[in-house]
């Protein structure tokens, strides 16, 4: 039987560097194309990568017709707090990225992942726990684009049988690629200070709540989901997923158990505001039940985890990056 190839789009990102490398090591490097707007020489090392801006519709669809793909993972997205300093890229960006691939998979019989968030709730929905079937009233283009996203997901699956899955991520913290314009971006960031010894002014205020989950656990998410038996997925929209609820002050007090030194202050910025429209926390319960997810990593392991990891010179190439 020929085989077919697994596509990422958005694979130089935070979430996409790791996914890439995890899906290479199941799959054989062969079979797995990382695509991104911008040259990646380490990602073409270890398998085949294709530069490409999602939003060259013809661009993609050379690429869907050339390589026989049967799973795309679009990760291509402006996030939170770069959205709201360029609305009109954000929108235009998320949403037509995602109709441009939609609208592909349903041409190629293709499964879809693409990631949803946390930011699709707004003032409305409960800040403690929030249900999967909260309200969304977005606050930000991010969370709007996120929120039409998923409806849209749920519309290709129900008219088209479309096989497109999603989960809510929330705050992502990572070694390996930093992320780039969030609102959660701080958590990693705070790493990368105390382990350098710099002073981290942190942009939230030190008791703001937020859900956050580690790498290893967000990337096991994209897999499960994709892997689990599409008669068990009640949701079509996008699953909540959670591991760990915490303030910048929390996480500040765990890093300061390995190195005391960190200095810190709380400098509150634009991002405040939207980190306020979000949960401190949400209920996950659906994905537990439907398709097993349990998260693996606490505020301890977290912790224990990046400072074995982010080394002075790592958190330099990062800084430089950001
Ligand atoms: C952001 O902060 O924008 C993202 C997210 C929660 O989706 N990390």
Redesign the pocket.
Known sequence: MEQRNILVLGAGGQLGTELVRELRAVHGPGRVIASDIREKPEMSEGGPFEQLDILNQKGLGDLFNRQKISQVYLLAAL???SGELRPGEAWDLNMRGLLQVLELARQHHCQVFWPS???VFGHSAPRISCPNEAVQEPSTV?GISKSAGELWCRYYFERYGVDVRSVR????ISYEAV?G?????YAVEIFEAAVSGRHYPCYLRADTRLPMMYMPDAIRAALEIMAAPAARLSVRTSYNVAAVSFTPRLIAASIQRHIPELSWESVPDYRQKIAESWPGSIDDSLARHDWNWKPRYGIKEITDDMIAHVTPEKSQQMMEKI
Do not use: Q
């Open positions: 996030l939170s707090a968030s946390i930011a991010y991520y929330p705050g992502l992320p314009g969030g609102t959660t971006d």
